[in-house]
């Protein structure tokens, strides 16, 4: 069950990266190396959470469009 789990994350994971991007083809384990292995420092806040990649990382600017595609929808409040 797990590994049915993993393999619905990473291909939602591969459907949210732009076409226009090289990884929007790859393999999973080209995925899994690219993005999920990387080092990262963790800063945890009240309300968030913070990543701080190290300044060589090549694909930090996915990172942060992929936060935004995977980001919760805001909810209308009940009257």
Do not use: N
């Not at 300044?55 to 936060?67: E, K, M, N, R, S």
Request: glycine residues 2%; positive net charge; hydrophobic residues 50%.
């Amino acid at each position: 069950m797990l590994h049915t789990a993993s393999y619905w994350l990473l291909q939602t994971l591969r459907e949210a990266i732009p076409s226009l991007r090289d990884l929007a083809r790859a393999e999973f384990v080209t995925i899994r190396r690219r993005l999920l292995k990387v080092a990262v420092r963790v800063q945890e806040y009240a309300t968030r959470i913070r990543l701080a990649y190290a300044a060589g990382c090549p694909d930090a600017d996915l990172f942060i469009g992929l936060a935004a595609a995977f980001r919760p929808k805001p909810t209308a409040a009940a009257p």
